[in-house]
């Protein structure tokens, strides 16, 4: 198994960042070829998922979904006062695997991968695994 870490930056509280360019970037520096590859993010309160990247408005209406799913409201017992983001991280989840194929990520016509923020803005890591 080979591994990395890609760094973003969140400008934002509630964002889907699109990360397949920077993924695939990486993919080709690495000459990771054939296999399968994990995307993992380390954060409590941000996830990754995969979704349509053809129209960005699939991403602001899921980003507006969640906020009417589990709004950011006072009555959470967590003192840092972001329960919110905790659960919106936990519902996406942390991690997605991707089939690469001849160095590229094999997904769908319409599929892309995103960084989901929760808590932002913040530095964010995502980790990479390749075998």
């Known amino acids: ?3 990395a870490e890609l760094q973003i930056r969140t400008g934002q509280k509630y964002v889907m960042v ?3 360019g920077q993924v695939t970037e990486l993919l080709q520096q690495r000459g990771w ?3 399968i590859l994990t995307v993992f993010v380390p954060h409590t309160t941000a996830g990754v998922t995969i979704n349509e990247n053809a129209d960005p408005d699939v991403a602001g209406d899921m980003t ?3 906020q009417q799913l589990v709004p950011d ?3 959470f017992r967590h003192a840092e006062g972001n329960s919110d983001a905790h659960i919106k991280a936990s519902l996406f989840g942390s991690s997605v695997q991707v089939i690469v194929r ?3 990520l094999w997904l ?3 599929q892309g991968v995103y960084f989901c923020e929760f808590d932002g803005p913040r530095q964010r890591q ?3 695994a390749f075998s």
Do not use: K, N, Q, Y
């Open 18 to 20: 699109p990360i397949t």
């Open 108 to 110: 769908g016509t319409w």
């Open 64 to 66: 507006w979904f969640m």
């Open 126 to 128: 995502i980790r990479l």
């Open 102 to 104: 001849a160095g590229r």
């Open 1 to 3: 198994m080979e591994t």
């Open 73 to 75: 409201v006072s009555g």
């Open 33 to 35: 070829h054939d296999g």
